[in-house]
C-alpha cells in the first residue's frame, strides 16, 4: 500500500483541490510525520465508528456482516452498565430514555468476538435561545482603561460593562478569549494561542476586590497601577508582574485570616473542579521549577498521573499547588458575578465567550490530553486567495482517534469550561469540526494535508453540552465551507457567523437583509478585520502595505466597495453611510443577534488583531481610547438606540 493510500486507510486526505484550483499532493516526509504523529484510529468490528444516538424518532444502528448474530451489547458509563439487549438482525434498536451523556459501547457475538466504541447520547439540538432577536455589546476586555484596573481590563470592569450593555439595550458583552496563557511569557498574550482552554486567564482577576487583600499587603501597587493606566497600549511586562505580586499578597492573606465560609467555598470548589484543576496546578508548578517544554521533564512527569500530582500536592510544593488553585477560584468567582449581574440586569445572552481553535502545544492541554492532542502538528489553512502560501496557527489540535479512545469527554470538557460561564459562545474555525487542515511540525503550511474527525460525534458533543448548560453555540464558518456543512450545522442547532464584509456577490454587492438567516450572528466586522473608520479611511491598506504585507484589496476595490455599501443603504432606504446606518441596516436582518465593537462606536481607526504580524503591529495589546466611565458619554446614544431599535431589550417609549 503506498503512503498516500494508507493515509486514506486513517482518514487523511494527502490529496485535494486548494482555494486557488491547484491540485495539493502533500509530500512524502510530512505525510509520514503527520501519520506517526496521529494516534491509530480504532477499526471497529461490528459497527462503522462511534455510536450517536439522538433524541426524536427511533434510532437504529446497522451491524457489519461480520457480526454473527445473535449479538449481545451494554451500554456503560464507567463501570455501570445503564442498558443491555441482544440484536437477532443486524441492527440495534436503542432503548428510549437513555440519558444524555458519553458512554462505551461493549458488543460480543455470537461466535465470542468482542468489541468496544464510544456511544453518545445527545438532544435532538443545542440550546438555540428563547429569545427573538437582540444584540450584543463586542469588547477586548484586555483593552478596557478604567479610573481603579492595574493597566488591564479585569472582570469588575466587565461587570461595568454588563451595567453599559444594558444601559444601551444590548443583551450581552461579547469578550475575545479568556483561556489562560502562560504568565511568564509578557509578548506572548493572544487570546487565540492558550496554555489551556480549560482555564482562565489570571490578569482578568480584579486584585483589589478579592477579601484578604489590603492595599498595605503591597503598598506601592497604587501608584504603579496609575501609572500602568496611561498609555495606548496593555504593558504586559508589568501588568503581569504586578498582578502576580498582588495574588501572592492576597493568598497569603487568605491563609492568614479567610472566614470560615470562603474557606468551605475554597474547598467546595478544589473537590467541585478534580481532578482537572489538581492537574493543571501540578502543571503550573512543574512548569516554573523545569523552566523547558514538557516532553523534556524528567520521567515521572511526563505523564498526569494522578499518585506523583498528590505527592507535589501534599509535599512541600503544596503551598504553590494551593495558590494555583486559589487563583482559578478567585477568577472564576469574579467571571461568575458579572455572569449574575447579567442575569439580575434582565440580559437575554449575558456573556458570550471565545473560544480558540486548539492550544499551544507545551502548554497544560496538551500535556494532560496526550492521546487526543497531537503537539506535533499543527491547526492551519491550505494557499488561499489571503494568504497564497498558507497559514501555520501554531496550535495543536484534538484528534480522531484520541478523541474516540477518550470517548469524546476531553473535548466536551473543553466546551463546558467556557460554557458555564456563558450564555453563548463561539467555535473558532468550526469547520474543524469535520476536518482539520495539519501542519507537521518543521514544514511549510503549503505542505500540511486534511485529517478527517469524527463529525457526527462531535456534533452531537456540542448539543449535549450546550442543552446542559443552556448556552448557545455559534459556529465561526468562514473560508471555504464544504457543501452541506452549514445545513448540518443549522440542523443541530448550531447556529453560523455572519460577517457583513464577506457577505457580498460576484460583483462585490453586499447581500440585503433577506440573505440573512435566523440562527445567526450577524456582525459588520471581527477582530482580524479593520475597523469601520479604518475601512472608509483606507488606514488598513495603508498600514499592511507599510508592513509588507499584501492588504488583499486594492484602492480602486475599496471605493467600489464604498459604493456599493452606499447602494444597498439606499436600497433600504438609509441615505446616509455612518456607522449607525449601517448598524440600522444590520438590525433589520432575521439573524437573531447582531455583534457592535465597541471599538466601532469609539471611532477607533487601527484593528486588534493583523494576521501576519507578530512584533510588526501591537496585536492584543490596544487599549481603547475612553475610560469605561466616560464610555456613555462619548458614543451617540441615540443614534444606538435609534439604530437598535427593532431589537434593543430597552422598553419602547
Known amino acids: 500500500m503506498d503512503l498516500i493510500a494508507q493515509a486514506k486507510t486513517r482518514g487523511i486526505q494527502a490529496e485535494f483541490i486548494d482555494a486557488l484550483g491547484t491540485l495539493r499532493v502533500t509530500g512524502p516526509a510530512a505525510l509520514k510525520s503527520i501519520l506517526a504523529a496521529l494516534p491509530e484510529k480504532r477499526a471497529y468490528r461490528f459497527v462503522a465508528g462511534p455510536v450517536v444516538v439522538r433524541a426524536g424518532p427511533p434510532v437504529r444502528t446497522a451491524l457489519f456482516e461480520a457480526a454473527v448474530l445473535p449479538l449481545r451489547w451494554s451500554i456503560a458509563r464507567g463501570a455501570e452498565v445503564v442498558a443491555e439487549g441482544e440484536a437477532c438482525e443486524r441492527v440495534i434498536a436503542w432503548p428510549a430514555g437513555l440519558a444524555p451523556g458519553y ?98 486567564n489570571p490578569l482578568y482577576i480584579d486584585v483589589e476586590a478579592i477579601p484578604e487583600y489590603s ?15 496611561d498609555g495606548d497600549r496593555v504593558n504586559y511586562a508589568e501588568v503581569g508582574p504586578l498582578k502576580w505580586r498582588g495574588l501572592r499578597a492576597a ?17 467546595a470548589f478544589r473537590a467541585v473542579r478534580a481532578p482537572l ?65 447579567a442575569g439580575r440586569l434582565g440580559l437575554k445572552v449575558g456573556l458570550y465567550l471565545d473560544v480558540a481553535v486548539g492550544v499551544q502545544s507545551n502548554g497544560f492541554d496538551a500535556w494532560n490530553e496526550q492521546l487526543a492532542i497531537s503537539r506535533q502538528l499543527a491547526v492551519g489553512a491550505p494557499p488561499d486567495v489571503l494568504n497564497t502560501v498558507g497559514q501555520d496557527w501554531g496550535l495543536a489540535g484534538f484528534n480522531a482517534g484520541g478523541l474516540e479512545a477518550r470517548s469524546f469527554v476531553p473535548f466536551a ?9 456563558a450564555g453563548a459562545i463561539r467555535l473558532d474555525h468550526v469547520l474543524g469540526l469535520k476536518r482539520l487542515y495539519l501542519v507537521p511540525r ?21 448539543a449535549r453540552e450546550s442543552a446542559a448548560h443552556g448556552c448557545i453555540v455559534i459556529g465561526e464558518d468562514l473560508g471555504t465551507v464544504p457543501e452541506g456543512f452549514r445545513e448540518t450545522m443549522q440542523d443541530w442547532g448550531i447556529w453560523s457567523y455572519l460577517v457583513m464584509m464577506f457577505e457580498r456577490d460576484d460583483q462585490g454587492r453586499f447581500r440585503n437583509v433577506d440573505h440573512y438567516i435566523p440562527n445567526a450572528l450577524v ?7 479593520c475597523t469601520y473608520a479604518g475601512w472608509r479611511s483606507f488606514s488598513d491598506l495603508k498600514v499592511k502595505l507599510s508592513l509588507g504585507l499584501d492588504p488583499g484589496e486594492s484602492e480602486q476595490a475599496r471605493w467600489h466597495a464604498l459604493g456599493m455599501l452606499d447602494d444597498i443603504l439606499r436600497h433600504n432606504a438609509i441615505e446616509r453611510n ?39 503591529h501591537p496585536n492584543w495589546r490596544q487599549r481603547l481610547p475612553v475610560a469605561l466611565e466616560h464610555i456613555a458619554a462619548t458614543i451617540d446614544l441615540a443614534a444606538l438606540k435609534a439604530a437598535t431599535r427593532e431589537r434593543s431589550s430597552l422598553p419602547a417609549r
Open 103 to 200: 458512554y462505551r459501547l461493549k458488543l460480543r457475538d455470537a461466535a465470542g468476538i468482542e468489541d468496544e466504541a464510544p456511544l453518545l447520547v445527545a438532544p435532538e439540538r443545542a440550546f438555540t435561545g428563547d429569545f427573538d432577536r437582540g444584540w450584543l455589546l463586542a469588547v477586548q476586555l484586555y483593552g478596557i482603561r478604567s479610573a481603579r484596573n492595574w493597566g488591564i481590563g479585569d472582570f469588575t470592569d466587565l461587570a461595568g460593562l454588563v451595567a453599559l450593555a444594558a444601559e444601551l439595550g444590548a443583551d450581552g458583552v461579547g469578550l475575545n478569549p479568556l483561556h489562560a496563557l502562560f504568565d511568564d511569557r509578557p509578548t506572548d498574550c493572544s487570546p487565540y494561542s492558550p496554555n489551556s482552554r480549560l482555564f482562565l
Open 215 to 229: 492595599a498595605d499587603l503591597l503598598p506601592e501597587a497604587r501608584s504603579i497601577a496609575a501609572r500602568l493606566r
Open 251 to 267: 493568598f497569603d492573606g487568605f491563609l492568614a485570616r479567610a472566614s470560615d465560609t470562603r474557606r468551605q467555598d475554597f474547598a
Open 277 to 341: 484543576l489538581q492537574r493543571f496546578a501540578c502543571f503550573e508548578v512543574l512548569r516554573h521549577r523545569f523552566a523547558r517544554p514538557w516532553w523534556e521533564w524528567p520521567s515521572e512527569w511526563l505523564r498526569p498521573d494522578e499518585a506523583t500530582c498528590a505527592e507535589l500536592r501534599e509535599g512541600p510544593d503544596g503551598r504553590e499547588v494551593a495558590f494555583v488553585e486559589f487563583v482559578q477560584w478567585t477568577a472564576e468567582t469574579q467571571l461568575h458575578a458579572a455572569k449574575a449581574l
Open 413 to 421: 470538557e473543553m466546551l463546558a469550561a467556557s460554557m458555564r460561564h
Open 442 to 462: 518543521g514544514f511549510k503550511p503549503d505542505n500540511g494535508a486534511y485529517a478527517q474527525m469524527p463529525f457526527e460525534a462531535l456534533l452531537a458533543t456540542v
Open 523 to 529: 456582525t459588520l466586522n471581527t477582530h482580524d478585520l
Open 578 to 616: 455612518d456607522l449607525y446606518s449601517v448598524l440600522a441596516f444590520l438590525a433589520r436582518t432575521p439573524s437573531r443577534l447582531l455583534a457592535v465593537s465597541l471599538e466601532d462606536l469609539l471611532g477607533v481607526v487601527d484593528q486588534p488583531n493583523i494576521p501576519g504580524t507578530i512584533d510588526e
